[in-house]
Structures are given as C-alpha cells and as structure tokens.
C-alpha cells in the first residue's frame, strides 16, 4: 500500500521541511517522467515527481531554439503505451518541431492528469540512502527535503548542457544564448552579426533559419558532422500505411528491432555490391532523408567495418561538394576524422547549402582555434570578430551530466555515486548500481537510450522498473540491489558490443570526449534495442539474476552471476540457431548432415576478395585430393599454410571453410592451400590423418611451382582439422619432413576423453554438442584404435614439434583437450601461444562476417602466421592511419576494431 500522499504542487511545499514519505520519487517530467507517473499512480504508488522546469516536456521544454525538431520520424516518435493515446493525436510533419512535441508531451500531461503530482521548479540537489529507515532523501532546491522509498532519475541524457570552455564569455556585452536553454520569448536576429559556435544536431537546426534574418552569420566549427537533408514534409505514406495497416505489430517490431524503429535487418554487405548498386541503394536513402534507414539499410557491415563504412562516408562527402560551392568551405565541412555514424549524424535543412549565401562565413576552428571572447566579439588565432549575438550550440555533458548534477547522491555505507563512477559510469543494465539499493534510472548509460529511438526506449524501462516494484511489492521485498559480480559482467558485456561497432573511433559525446576532464568510454549499450530487451527480460525469468532483493518478512533472495556471458554476436547466432529448431545433427546421418552443412553454407556472408582462388588437385596415398589455393593480392613468392577444414573428419570439403581462410589470407599475407582430405564413415582412422600429411609433403616440396616461398610450410586447422593439422606435425618430424615452421590449432580435437569439464559445461546448446562428438568419433575410428596418436596427439611425443598457436573457446567442449594440448606443448618445451577467446563457441572464431567478436582472435592468428614464417609483424595506428590507408594491414576493420 502506499506509505502516504504528497503535497503535489510547489505552492503547497513548505520550505525547509520534510513532506511526508512517497513510495516512489521520479525526477524529470519529460518523455520519461511523465509515462513513469502514469504507470506508478495506475499501479497504486504513491508517486511525486520533481521538476526543475515550470512545465512538463523535459528535452522539449528547454530547447526551444529556432528548427529544433526531433530526428526520428514523429510516427516512431511518440508513446505506445496507450492505443486510445495513438488515436487521440496526429502529427501534422515527419518531423515534429518542438512546440508541436511541447504541445504534445502537454496534451499527454493533461490526458492522464499528471500535473497534479508533479512540483514544478524544484531541483533535487543530493540525494542519501537511510539504511535504517530503507529510504531515500532527496533535498530540493528550496531546502525541502522528500523521501521515499524508491528513487527513480528520469532526468533525460541531454538534459545538462555543456558550460562553452572559452574565456571571457562573461565580458561579452552582446546577448548570449545556448541552445539548450533557449528563452521562451522570441529572440530576434534581423540586422544583427551573429556567431554560432558548434556545429553539432542543434547547431545544424538553428544555421539556416538564423543565416536568413541576421546582417551576418559566423559559424564557429571544431568538429564538422555528416548531415543528411531531413526531406521534412508530411509523414511518408509508405511508413504511415505500414503503422496504420497493423498497428500492434508495428510497434512490438519496433520493440524488437536494433533501434527502435521496424526496419528489416540488412544482411548484403558492401563488397558484394557494384558501384552502381551501392550508388542506388544512398541516393535512395539520400531521397528519404531518415536518419535510421540511412544508418541501417545500406548495406549490412556500414556500422562494423571500416572499408564497408567509409565508402558511404564518401558518397556523403560527395554531396556536401556538391552542394556547397567554395571548395575550402565543401572541403570544410566534410568529416574525415570519424566514421559515418560514430558521431551522431544529423538531419538538416537546407543546412550545407546555407554556406552558400554570401551573409554566411565559415571558422575551421582546426586551422584558427578560438583565443577568447571580448566584450565585442570573438577572437581566433588570426582574426578577430565583431559580433552582437553570440549563441552556443556546444551540446550536452552527455549520459552522466544530469545523474551527476545530483550531488552528492549517497548510496550504502556513505559512499557516493561521483566517487563509483569516478572512472567513468558503472551499471548494471544501465538502470541500476551496485551499492545504491532502490534507485533506478530511466535510459541510464550502460542501456541503448541515445543510440535508439528513446520513445521506445524509454517505455521499456519505466515497463520494466514498474513491473519490478509491483513484483516486489507482491513478494513482500522492500529493497532491490545490483550485485558487484553482475555489475562487472555488465562492464564486460558492454565492452565487448562497444568492439562490434565503430563508435570506439570516435571522439564523441557518445564517449565522453567532448567533455573535458570526463572519463572515456562508449556509454550507451551497442547491442540494440531488441537483444537489450530480451537480455533485461531474461534477468527477470531467471529469478532477477543479478539482483539481491529484502523485505521485513521474507527471506533475502540473491540470485548472483553474470546475465551475458556469451559474446554478443554468438549470443545472437546461438539464439537465432536455437530458433530453428533444428534436429540433432547426427540424426540426418552422414550425407544429410553434409546436404545441411552445404546448404547452411551457402547462406553465409561470401567471403572476401583475395588475389587469386585457384582449384586443382595433388597426388594423396590412395589417388587424387582435391584443392584450393588463395593466394594474396601482394606481390609473391609467400608463406604456405597448408589448411585443413573441420567437420569431425566426417563432413566439409576444401571449400567449407572458405572465408576463414579468405580472411586468414588476406591478414597474414600467405597463401592457404585447403586440402579436401577424405572423410568419414567411407573412409575410416587413419585415413585423413595419413591424406593430411601425404598433402603437406607434396604442397611443401611444390611450394615454388605454386608460387610460394620454398622451405618450411605452416599446418593449420580448426576442429577436426586442427587435429589432423596437430598430427602432420608429429608425422612430418617422425618420418624425415617435410620441414614445419609452425601450427596454428583452432579448437582441435586433441584427445579421445570425453571427461574433461568441457564436455560437461558445453555438452549441449552451443551448436557443436558432445552427442554430436560421440557420433563423430564413432563414424572415424573404433574405440581400439582411439589412444594411437594419429588420432588423439596429446596422447604422442611432443618434443620437438613446430612452435604453435593453440586457440581455444570458452563454450566449446573441446576447450579443456585444446587447453591440455597447449600445457602439454610448452611442458615438452615447444614455444606455444594460447588464445583463450572468451564468450565463444566452436564456430565463432570461423564465422568470419557473421561473428565480428572473433576478428581479435584472427588479428592473433595472422601475427602468429607471420611470426611462424620469420616475417614483421603489422602494427596499425588510430583511425586516421586506418583510414588514410597507412596501415599495412589487409584487412582493415582488423586493425581499427583492435
Ligand atoms: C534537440 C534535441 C532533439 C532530440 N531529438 C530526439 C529524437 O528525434 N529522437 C529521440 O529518440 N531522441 C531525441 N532527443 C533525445 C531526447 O532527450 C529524448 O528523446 C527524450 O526527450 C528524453 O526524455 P527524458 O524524459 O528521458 O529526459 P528529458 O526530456 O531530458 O527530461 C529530463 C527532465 O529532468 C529534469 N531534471 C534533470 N535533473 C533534474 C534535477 N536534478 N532536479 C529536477 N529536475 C531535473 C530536466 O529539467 C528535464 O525536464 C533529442 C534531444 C535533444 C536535445
């Protein structure tokens, strides 16, 4: 039951004093703030919220600049929560400006009779967590102080605008605005010198409405931004006809989507597609100005790869020297120092195309920084500037600025949120921290918030922090609190989705960079919308794992661990592998599982361009092995590897693992030669081992006629592969050569017991299962013949064999035999790496395309080659080296994503 109600407006507040306990406090009466009163008050708490503003609207209410409007459609822009609310307003553009959203966050406001519980003009300045008393006190502005029992920060991600870092902005005599603060009366330029500094989304907005009434206008740019020609208008009929058509199904695929507006998954990556074809595909996006179709549709690895994303940067750039008629200032405004979409691109308009008019003067503050500001204008390192109206559109402390305006916010046992944060923002699903029991917050950094349409998802925690607190409240719990070990598993989960895409190459809002003094990192949640939404869910089904939860009358409940401990993109694959229901791969028998290995093959992302692919055949024991060499672009004679595909002896060909070794070749600079070794149950123990080596002799004594280097070969191979690769090297010492400089192992079979902790762990849904080994062991070699080291080479002499990377998968049952391998390398004295990929499976780190995570573990691979064969190792700098093509790497995202 609720503790008791509030005084609920600000006139009724007495100064000074404590009002009575709420059950739940909410600051912010934005999008945010004002859904949360709603669910709360229909769930029966007693609900306050606190607003510094004199009115509803959050983002809204303050930035009231001149073309500010929102940049997702207003279709996908709006609540969902209500079908009734959907019917009751229209939007009369694609693009809303603000006074229509204002007008709309008011007409919600008034629908649901919210402002009734909400105090107007009242900051909350700190907050302190009673433990005794199990409630928070927050202390307002006026002295007063609220408690609750729940604290709930709604205060928005761009809601604390960015003091300017210039001198002298106090000694300028003209009128200053900023952009995010914006007077609620009309502010007049005509016949006025105006300067804009920043040239971020507000900055865009307001140049070209301000460039048309002032005498003239001096743009001030640090850091130029790609922007794209909103195409404002009517909503487009296609997407009004798709959300009338199915309502409820639209809004659940926006839901579930990667950003929170229902666009397909685009799955043609770039260099699959002509010039022409990539042309088509921008100038379509070009023409529909919509910022998520231009950032998603084009083609799948835009925004995870380098050489996919710059060449949409470039056909931006394009347009911009297109548009703007004076090369320096085209050359100007092109950004070159991000990759498209690192930094939050912007809808414009009319905005390139303003530098055109002759009122209009951009300041590249790269070549001519700003010194200072005087009581008449600005000064740069070579000019001066006369203005009378200075307005800064210099953006947010973003993520973290309002949350840490509250000061000090006061947790368990006295410590402060600034001093857990103080290396940059610790969450645990970006809606709660270890050690601040009870308080939550609304698209708090650590969740996809301003990476996503924050409609969406915003509605998903205030569904998903309600629904907590009535389930609580059920069970009797009083007090929720994030774990420290799930908390660091968050930290790591978030890292490893922040190396899937490209934002770590940019110096943005984003990470913190533009704040001066502020701790780096990439703060929203990478993942997406949709896997971020069912991982919140699963912490729910799995008994609020991560949480421990206490009340007066029940027993405390902690359910402690990690929610994702999968790489992100493994967990995707694995979800959408388990979505198919597929059968047992053992149950289709040896030909229908190699139909189903080919056709699942043939689905797979191609692999990418090498020099030259070239089929053709070798002398085995027992006839002709077929082949296929790749060689590298670069000019020759190269490395051999000599590579051997997996399928536990009994499925693939030479080709099956064709972009692996496409990648593979492509980042050590060698050729590959994948040999199709004959299979299983036709042609039993020993006979691939024996066709692995018998193909290795030949390769390494043709090495010149196949235009490599002559002397030592390399062996590489994953699973199966790898054991026959692992055996060669035992052979080829024990039987005079051929001469091997080095083995790359990737997952190997390496030994015939099934009772490592592996196989236990891993047995069954991570793709390759233990029935699935049992039946590969079966269909190759009889249990007698199971101990012979052809076979299981742990079990061999291991003295002596070629230096060797040996990689394992944390979620594989072949972990344990590959991790024994490598112990058992090094003890016999053999130089030995290990790669201990964490978060994968059997297949990830071949799963080139599909399972980004696993390109460090190639970049390692490829250096190992390299070092194998006695050759420099490759270094790559930033992402201006990447980008500018100083990087000798061939493979570019590579080098960028480490
Ligand atoms: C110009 C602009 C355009 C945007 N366009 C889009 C868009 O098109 N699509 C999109 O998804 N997102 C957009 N955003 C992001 C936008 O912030 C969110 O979409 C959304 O409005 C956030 O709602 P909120 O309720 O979480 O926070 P806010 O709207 O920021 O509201 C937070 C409120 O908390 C109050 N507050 C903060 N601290 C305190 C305190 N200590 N005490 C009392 N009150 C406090 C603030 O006064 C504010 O009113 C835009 C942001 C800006 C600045």
């Excluded at 279709?75 to 019917?87: A, G, Q």
């Excluded at 990759?339 to 009122?359: E, I, Q, V």
């Excluded at 009340?551 to 592998?577: F, H, K, S, T, Y």
């Excluded at 693939?652 to 990648?663: E, L």
Aim: aromatic letters at 10%; glycine letters at 10%; one cysteine or more.
């Amino acid at each position: 039951m609720p503790d008791a109600m509030v005084a609920a407006s600000r006139s009724e507040a007495t100064r000074g004093s404590t009002t009575q306990p709420v059950d739940v406090a909410v600051v912010g009466a934005g999008f945010a703030g004002l859904h949360l009163l709603h669910r709360l008050r229909k769930a029966g708490f007693a609900t306050v919220v606190l607003e510094e503003a004199d009115d509803v609207g959050g983002t809204w209410y303050w930035n009231r600049y001149p073309g500010a409007r929102c940049d997702i459609q207003s279709i996908d822009y709006s609540y969902s929560f209500d079908p009734e609310l959907e019917r009751a307003w229209k939007w009369s553009e694609k693009y809303a400006t603000q006074p229509e959203i204002l007008r709309y966050l008011g007409f919600v406001a008034d629908r649901y009779d919210l402002r009734r519980d909400i105090r107007f003009g009242t900051r909350i300045t700190a907050a302190t967590w009673d433990q005794d008393a199990e409630h928070w006190r927050l202390t307002t502005n006026h002295g007063e102080t609220v408690s609750c029992r729940t604290y709930i920060m709604a205060t928005g991600c761009l809601s604390a605008p960015k003091p300017p870092e210039i001198d002298g902005v106090k000694d300028f005599k003209g009128e200053v605005y900023f952009t995010g603060r914006w007077p609620h009366q009309e502010v007049k330029f005509t016949g006025k010198r105006v300067a804009v500094i920043g040239t971020g989304s507000s900055g865009i907005q307001a140049i070209p409405l301000i460039a048309e009434q002032a005498a003239h206008l001096t743009v001030f740019q640090r850091t130029p931004s790609f922007a794209l020609p909103a195409q404002n208008g009517v909503a487009p009929a296609d997407r009004v006809a798709l959300l009338e058509g199915d309502r409820a199904s639209y809004r659940e695929q926006a839901r579930w989507s990667l950003t929170g507006v229902p666009y397909p998954q685009q799955t043609a990556v770039s260099w699959q597609l002509s010039d022409a074809e990539r042309r088509e595909r921008f100038d379509e996006a070009w023409a529909k100005g919509d910022l998520v179709y231009i950032l998603t549709q084009l083609w799948a690895d835009q925004g995870v790869d380098v050489d996919g994303n710059a060449l949409l940067a470039e056909l931006i750039r394009e347009k911009i020297r297109a548009t703007v008629k004076d090369p320096e200032t085209a050359a100007a405004l092109s950004p070159h120092d991000h990759p498209f979409g690192a930094k939050r691109p912007c809808l414009d308009s009319n905005y390139y195309a303003t530098y055109n008019r002759s009122n209009v003067t951009l300041v590249n503050l790269r070549q001519e920084p700003i010194t200072s500001i005087t009581a008449s204008g600005i000064n740069t390192e070579k000019r001066r500037f006369d203005v009378d109206v200075i307005v800064f559109a210099t953006g947010f402390d973003a993520m973290t600025g309002a949350i840490m305006a509250v000061h000090p916010i006061t947790g368990r046992g006295g410590r402060s949120l600034s001093e857990v944060w103080a290396d940059g923002p610790q969450t645990y699903l970006g809606l709660t921290v270890a050690g601040f029991l009870n308080l939550f917050m609304i698209t708090g950094p650590g969740s996809p918030s301003v990476l996503s349409n924050m409609a969406v998802s915003i509605e998903q925690h205030v569904d998903w922090v309600v629904d907590r607190l009535i389930a609580m409240r059920e069970a009797g719990f009083t007090t929720i609190e994030a774990t420290e070990t799930a908390q660091a598993g968050w930290a790591r989960h978030m890292a490893d989705c922040a190396t899937l895409t490209l934002h770590r190459l940019a110096n943005t809002w984003y990470t913190g960079a533009n704040v001066p003094g502020k701790a780096r990192g990439v703060m929203p949640y990478t993942g997406g919308v949709g896997p971020y939404r069912s991982i919140c869910n699963e912490v729910v089904s799995h008994d609020m794992l991560g949480f421990k939860l206490s009340g007066p009358n029940v027993a405390e409940q902690c359910n402690d661990g990690e929610i994702v401990r999968l790489q992100p993109d493994v967990r995707l694959v694995l979800n959408m592998l388990a979505d198919m229901k597929l059968p047992p791969l053992e149950s289709f028998g040896a030909k229908g599982a190699r139909d189903f290995l080919a056709e699942f093959n043939a689905a797979r992302p191609a692999g990418r361009p090498v020099g030259e692919v070239v089929e053709g055949t070798l002398p085995g024991n027992d006839g002709p092995l077929p082949y296929l060499l790749y060689r590298p672009a670069t000019p020759g004679p190269h490395p051999i590897v000599v590579y051997f595909h997996g399928g536990g002896w009994v499925l693939g060909d030479q080709q099956s693992d064709d972009p692996f070794c496409r990648d593979l070749c492509r980042r050590s600079g060698m050729i590959f030669v994948s040999v199709g070794y004959r299979h299983a149950p036709e042609h039993r123990f020993p006979t691939a081992a024996e066709d692995g080596y018998a193909a290795t002799r030949w390769i390494a004594e043709h090495a010149a006629e196949l235009g490599g280097r002559p002397g030592a070969v390399m062996v590489a191979g994953w699973s199966a592969g790898a054991n026959i690769a692992a055996v060669t090297c035992q052979l080829a010492r024990d039987r005079g050569g051929p001469q091997i400089s080095g083995q790359l192992l990737v997952c190997p079979v390496t030994d015939c017991s099934f009772d490592r902790a592996s196989y236990n762990d891993n047995a069954t849904g991570y793709f390759l299962t233990r029935s699935l080994m049992y039946w590969f062991w079966d269909l190759y070699c009889s249990p007698a013949d199971r101990t012979d080291p052809r076979v299981s080479p742990l079990r061999g002499k291991l003295e002596g064999l070629p230096q060797a990377l040996v990689a394992t998968c944390e979620f594989d049952p072949l972990r344990d035999e590959g991790v024994a391998y490598a112990d058992a390398l090094a003890a016999a004295g053999v130089p030995v790496e290990q790669l201990n990929a964490r978060g994968h499976f059997h297949s990830s780190l071949t799963m080139v395309d599909v399972v980004i995570t696993g390109v460090s573990g190639r970049v390692q691979m490829a250096e190992a080659l390299r070092r194998f064969a006695g050759l420099a190792a490759e270094n790559s700098q930033g992402y201006e080296d990447v980008r500018a093509g100083r990087t000798a790497s061939p493979h570019q995202i590579a080098s960028a994503a480490e």
